[in-house]
Nanobody, 123 residues
Framework: QVQLVESGGGLVQAGGSLRLSCAASGRTFSSYTMGWFRQAPGKEREFVAGISWTGDTRYADSVKGRFTISRDNAKNMVYLQMNSLKPEDTAVYYC?????????????????WGQGTQVTVSS
């Protein structure tokens, strides 16, 4: 069982930056693939970024070059550095864990989810 708790969301102006954090419980954290997803009002939850246990990463096209996912296995933490934020990045951001070593982009592929943190980007 893995429990995930996100933090770091907030209100920021367009062009600004935020860093989201995800604290994970569990002794086998380092073997999980971790992902960040987001869900805007009236839209489906979508993949943002993922990182494998070896540090391989994958990004949605909409955030490539602006967002960076990283992990610290010693601290059981995953981060999402978000730069050059746009109003269309406004959403609830969720941390997710997958009991597999491959990065997948489907919501159904992930086994554990956090409660989410709100990110609002004003124009």
């Amino acid at each position: 069982q893995v429990q995930l708790v996100e933090s770091g969301g907030g209100l920021v102006q367009a062009g600004g930056s935020l860093r989201l954090s995800c604290a994970a419980s569990g002794r086998t954290f380092s073997s999980y693939t971790m992902g960040w997803f987001r869900q805007a009002p009236g839209k489906e939850r979508e993949f943002v970024a993922g990182i494998s246990w070896t540090g391989d990463t994958r990004y949605a096209d909409s955030v490539k070059g602006r967002f960076t996912i990283s992990r610290d296995n010693a601290k059981n933490m995953v981060y999402l550095q978000m730069n050059s934020l746009k109003p269309e990045d406004t959403a609830v951001y969720y941390c997710a864990a997958r009991r597999d070593r491959t990065i997948r982009i489907g919501v159904i592929e992930y086994d554990y989810w956090g409660q989410g943190t709100q990110v609002t980007v004003s124009s």
